[in-house]
C-alpha cells in the first residue's frame, strides 16, 4: 500500500508547534524519479511563505564552491539541526533549479529545516512532494512519515513506514516509529507495536538503542506514581495536596494542534489570576524568591503509554515516572522540588539518514 498523499488536507499550513524535542533527518540519496515533476500549486504557496520564516541576516549566499549542488544540500543536511534557518535559506534557493534530482532535495532539507523551525504542518508539505515525485527515496518517505506522526495523522504515518520498511528494512528508527505508531492506533493494548520494538531493539545502529516498552497495569503504574508524591511531600516537609490523572496518550486533538505525541506528562492551567499562570500561594500575597504552594486541588496528568516506552524494565519506569514527576513540579513553579538529572531520551524521530546497509 502506498504511502497516502493526501493534498486537501483542511488544517491550516501555518501551525506552529512548540519548538521539538526530538526529530529525525534524513538526508538525500538520488533515485529514478518522474521526469515530468513540477511543484505543484500547494507547494508554490508554501515555498512564498517558508522565504518569509527567513530573516535578513540569514539570507546570505555562499562563497563559490567546487561543490554540487547535491552535495551541497546534503551538508546542510549533516548540519540542519543547528542552522535551521541557514538551510531553509539553502533549500528555498534550489526549488527552481532545473535538475529534478535537486528540487527533490531541497524540498528534503526544507522539510528537516521547517521540522526544527516548529512548522510541523510545512514541513509535511515539502516531504509529500519530494515523496511524490520520488517513490522510492527512502529519506523523503522517512520525512514524511515522521511529519505526519507530529501532526497526529497516525494511519497516514502508518502507510509511509510500510513503503519505507519494505525499502529499508534494516532502518530500527523506522521500526521504533511504527511501534509508537501502532500504540496510538490502539492504546488500550498492551502488546501494541510489541513485534515493531522488538524488531527495533534487535538492530544495532548508531541511530540509537531502542527497547521493548515495559508495560504495566494501570493500579501499578498509578501506585508507582503516588510513592513519588509522597517521596516529594517528606522532601519538602509538606503535603503538595495534587491529584494525578494517569492517561495512555495525549488527546489527538490538542497533538493535531501542535503538541508533542510523545509528552510524558500535562499541568492544566490552574489559575488565571496570576501574570502567566503563575501559582500563588494559599492565604498570602506572592513575591519573588518565595517558595510557591501548588493550590489545593491541583491535577497532574502523566500518559503512561509515552513513559513505558523509554522503559525497558521496572527500574527504569520508577525513574522516567520519577523524573516525570519532578518536572512536573518545576513547571508548576514549586521551587522546593528537586529535579533529577535528565538522562537523554532516545526517540524513533531523532535518527539520521537511512544508509545502503539498513536496506
Known amino acids: 500500500m502506498m504511502c497516502p498523499m493526501p493534498g486537501d488536507n483542511a488544517t491550516s499550513s501555518v501551525i506552529r508547534g512548540p519548538h521539538p524535542s526530538h526529530h529525525s ?17 500547494e507547494v508554490t504557496d508554501a ?28 551538508e546542510h543536511m549533516r548540519s540542519c539541526s543547528e542552522h535551521p534557518l541557514r538551510a531553509l535559506w539553502t533549500a528555498h534557493r534550489h526549488l527552481k533549479e532545473p535538475s529534478t534530482s535537486i528540487r527533490v532535495a531541497a524540498l528534503v532539507l526544507a522539510s528537516e529545516a521547517l521540522w526544527w523551525l516548529g512548522y510541523f504542518e510545512d514541513a509535511r508539505i515539502a516531504a509529500e512532494a519530494a515523496a511524490e515525485a520520488d517513490p522510492k527515496s527512502a529519506q523523503a518517505l522517512w520525512r514524511l512519515a515522521v511529519a505526519l506522526y507530529r501532526r497526529g495523522r497516525f494511519s497516514d504515518s502508518a502507510k509511509c513506514l510500510d513503503d519505507l520498511l519494505g525499502l529499508v528494512n534494516r532502518f530500527g528508527p523506522a521500526w521504533a516509529l511504527r511501534g509508537q505508531v501502532t500504540v496510538w492506533l490502539d492504546p488500550d493494548n498492551r502488546d501494541a507495536g510489541r513485534s515493531d520494538f522488538a524488531a527495533a531493539a534487535k538492530l544495532n545502529s548508531d541511530s540509537g538503542t531502542w527497547v521493548v516498552p515495559y508495560r504495566m497495569e494501570r493500579d501499578d503504574f498509578e501506585a508507582k506514581v503516588d510513592e513519588q508524591i509522597r517521596i516529594h511531600d517528606s522532601e519538602v516537609a509538606g503535603s503538595s495536596r495534587v491529584f494525578i490523572d494517569v492517561e495512555w496518550l495525549p488527546e489527538k486533538s490538542r497533538v493535531e494542534n501542535g503538541v508533542d505525541p510523545d509528552s510524558r506528562w500535562h499541568l492544566p492551567a490552574v489559575s488565571d489570576s496570576g501574570p502567566s499562570g503563575s501559582l500563588f500561594p494559599l492565604g498570602g500575597e506572592w513575591s519573588a524568591g518565595t517558595r510557591t504552594q501548588l493550590p489545593s486541588g ?11 516506552n523509554l522503559s525497558e524494565d521496572e527500574k527504569t519506569a520508577r525513574k522516567e515516572i520519577r523524573e516525570s514527576v519532578a518536572e512536573l513540579y518545576s513547571a508548576a513553579g514549586h521551587l522546593g522540588a528537586r529535579i533529577a538529572d535528565k538522562t537523554p531520551e532516545e526517540h524513533a524521530e531523532t535518527a539520521a539518514v537511512p544508509e545502503d546497509k539498513d536496506r
Do not use: M
Not at 527567513?54 to 549566499?61: A, L
Not at 496528568?301 to 509515552?306: E, F, K, P, S, T
Open 298 to 308: 491541583t491535577t497532574f496528568v502523566l500518559y503512561q503509554r509515552n513513559i513505558e
Open 25 to 41: 533527518g534524513p538526508g538525500y540519496v538520488e533515485n529514478p524519479i518522474a521526469p515530468e515533476f513540477e511543484l505543484n500549486d
Open 47 to 74: 515555498a512564498a511563505r517558508w522565504l518569509d520564516y527567513v530573516p535578513s541576516e540569514h539570507r546570505h549566499r555562499a562563497a563559490k564552491s567546487d561543490k554540487g549542488a547535491l552535495e551541497t544540500l546534503q
